[in-house]
């Protein structure tokens, strides 16, 4: 069992856990994630890591409430325990060599899962710069961590209430065309924002890595629930992910597959909901 030692609500959709787990937090590295269950037969929830800290034994997960299990999830409180917290599982980043300066893209609760990425690499010495978007100011989390690991940080919202009114590809885009250093980027959130991300720093040759967070059941490479395809080639986001070079990915297909089970996931919250 594992107990949740800290609780914060991000937004009125987001919430933020620090859960004891000594041995995931000893050897938990950037971009990976774990899967937990909250009771011994529920559902198991992937979710990227977005912090750890050896020392207190603590990893922190937050997660957006969106279906049954997270919406079980979010009703826990501090002291309460969940059953299962397997991991650190997946693969972790690599920069290009030579690459000097990073930039960060993320869009909503995917910002909390890009953040330990650009920790490690402000700690490591490169010169760290994000752009973090949302549908709105609230829906822009993790502002103070971001602004304290990056040498720069730009916002964008839908509406206009923090920063550029717009999406972070509308940053990009000016970021991209005055500013001829920017070496690596790495993106996490929606799909879709990947998807356009990966598409202008293609145009102009920026290696890009993505974070893929497909639907998940076994976690284990056995089942194929979270195929995706990464240069023509079928990779399981499990074993072989989450980070790929999002130049490659067909995220057309991973949006499709992300949305195949929605009617099943809108009765499932219906029936909890009851
Ligand atoms: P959202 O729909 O509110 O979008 C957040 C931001 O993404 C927007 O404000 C905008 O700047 C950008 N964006 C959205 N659509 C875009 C488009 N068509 N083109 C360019 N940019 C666009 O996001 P949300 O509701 O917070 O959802 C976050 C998503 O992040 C979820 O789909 C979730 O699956 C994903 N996520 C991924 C990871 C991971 O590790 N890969 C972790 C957590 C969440
Ligand atoms: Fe089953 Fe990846 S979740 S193979």
Not at 30 to 50: C, D, M, N
């Amino acid at each position: 069992m594992y107990r949740i030692v800290r609780k914060e609500v991000l937004n009125p959709a987001v919430k933020l856990m620090d859960i004891e787990a000594p041995r995931v937090a000893k050897s938990a590295k950037p971009g990976q994630f774990v899967i937990l269950r909250i009771y011994e037969k529920g559902e198991r929830i992937p979710l990227t890591i977005a912090d750890y800290d050896p020392e207190k034994g603590t990893v922190t997960i937050v997660f957006q409430e969106v279906g049954k299990s997270t919406k079980l999830l979010g009703t826990l409180n501090e002291g309460d325990y969940i059953a299962d917290f397997v991991g650190p599982l997946g693969n972790t980043m690599e920069v290009p060599k030579g690459a000097k300066k990073i930039l960060g893209v993320g869009g909503g609760v995917g910002i909390p899962a890009l953040y330990p990425k650009l920790k490690m690499l402000h700690q490591e010495g490169y010169r760290v710069e994000a752009i973090l978007g949302g549908r709105s100011e609230e829906y822009v989390i993790f502002r103070k961590e971001m602004e304290a690991v990056c040498d720069k940080v730009y916002y964008a919202t839908d509406d206009g209430t923090l920063g550029k009114k717009g999406f972070v590809t509308d940053v990009l885009k000016d970021v991209l065309e005055n500013d001829k250093e920017v070496d690596f980027v790495i993106t996490v959130g929606p799909v879709i924002m990947m998807k356009n991300v990966c598409k202008m720093t293609k145009e102009y040759d920026i290696p890009t890595i993505v974070s893929m967070n497909p639907l998940m059941v076994d976690g284990t490479g056995m089942c194929g629930a979270c195929r995706i395809e990464v240069g023509g080639e079928t990779k399981f986001v499990c074993m072989d992910g989450p980070i790929f070079d999002g130049h490659l990915v067909n995220f057309d297909l991973a949006m499709t597959r992300l949305n195949m089970f929605k009617k099943q996931e809108k009765i499932s919250l219906e029936l909890y909901e009851k």
